[in-house]
């Protein structure tokens, strides 16, 4: 595709349920983003993929959290026994390369966790 | 900590007035300083990307300067429309991470 897509776009999950968020970024594109956005603030860092090696995770808020990327292409967020406070926008950004290219980003997964 | 302060956080204007969106970041290693608008319930769209090399790029009425020494980008929005109305951030852009602001609300009254 064109851009980086994201899916689902919507997932509401029961508090204690386990989801799976997927990000295509853009073919090609090396370098992997997540972040999450909370209501009102900006996207916050979570992890950082280079090809297939995760390269920073420091921003993943607990254990319960988990990326992978096993083919340098695709990448799913796992978010284990989902909490209220997990509630948020998860976006994707990938690009080319390099550390001064553009990123592009996906439309986002809004998440609820009721 | 690296920080990207946004001002003002929101603006509201009437259409054809000309603005100024404010943005200040601490630490000048940056690699770049991206402009993103944000619309409700949609993902960002890359406006204008400035590398630290350059102190401005522009895109139709859009102009967004950089200067390092200070931490401060602005982007400038010429004869503002209502279609313009969306949350803007600014995102530095160090080693391998982008650090976003708050955004600024912008609100263009037709």
Redesign the interface.
Same mark, same amino acid.
């Given at each position: 595709g064109a851009g #980086?897509s994201?899916s689902p776009r919507y997932k509401v999950a029961k508090r204690g349920q386990d989801v799976a968020l997927r990000c295509d970024p853009i073919s090609g594109h090396v /370098?992997l983003?997540w972040?999450q956005q909370a209501l +009102?603030?900006?996207?916050? $860092?979570l992890t950082?993929f280079?090809n297939e090696a995760q390269? %920073?995770k420091s921003g993943l808020p607990s254990d319960r959290f988990f990326a992978e990327r096993p083919e340098g292409s695709v990448s799913t967020l796992k978010i284990q026994r989902t909490q209220q406070e997990d509630s948020a926008v998860y976006?994707c &950004?990938s690009r080319v390369t390099g550390? %001064?290219t553009? &990123? !592009? !980003? +996906?439309? +986002?997964t809004?998440l609820t966790v009721v | 900590k690296q920080e #990207?302060t946004q001002i003002p956080a929101a603006l509201s204007v009437p259409e054809g007035e000309n603005l100024v969106l404010n943005c200040s970041f601490t630490d000048s290693a940056i690699?770049?300083l991206?402009w !993103?608008r944000q619309d409700p319930?949609? *993902?960002?769209t /890359?406006l204008l990307?400035i590398? /630290?090399s350059q102190r401005e790029q522009t895109s139709g009425r859009l102009n967004a300067s950089l200067d390092k020494s200070s931490g401060r980008s602005t982007l400038y929005i010429a004869a503002s429309q209502p279609g313009d109305s969306a949350t803007y951030?600014c995102?530095r *852009?160090s080693?391998?991470?982008?650090? $976003? *602001?708050? +955004?600024t609300l912008l609100t263009v009254n037709p």
């Amino acid at each position: 595709g064109a851009g #980086v897509s994201q899916s689902p776009r919507y997932k509401v999950a029961k508090r204690g349920q386990d989801v799976a968020l997927r990000c295509d970024p853009i073919s090609g594109h090396v /370098s992997l983003f997540w972040y999450q956005q909370a209501l +009102g603030q900006g996207p916050e $860092f979570l992890t950082y993929f280079q090809n297939e090696a995760q390269l %920073d995770k420091s921003g993943l808020p607990s254990d319960r959290f988990f990326a992978e990327r096993p083919e340098g292409s695709v990448s799913t967020l796992k978010i284990q026994r989902t909490q209220q406070e997990d509630s948020a926008v998860y976006l994707c &950004a990938s690009r080319v390369t390099g550390l %001064d290219t553009e &990123a !592009f !980003f +996906g439309q +986002g997964t809004r998440l609820t966790v009721v | 900590k690296q920080e #990207v302060t946004q001002i003002p956080a929101a603006l509201s204007v009437p259409e054809g007035e000309n603005l100024v969106l404010n943005c200040s970041f601490t630490d000048s290693a940056i690699y770049n300083l991206q402009w !993103f608008r944000q619309d409700p319930g949609k *993902g960002l769209t /890359s406006l204008l990307l400035i590398q /630290s090399s350059q102190r401005e790029q522009t895109s139709g009425r859009l102009n967004a300067s950089l200067d390092k020494s200070s931490g401060r980008s602005t982007l400038y929005i010429a004869a503002s429309q209502p279609g313009d109305s969306a949350t803007y951030l600014c995102v530095r *852009g160090s080693n391998y991470k982008l650090t $976003f *602001g708050k +955004g600024t609300l912008l609100t263009v009254n037709p």
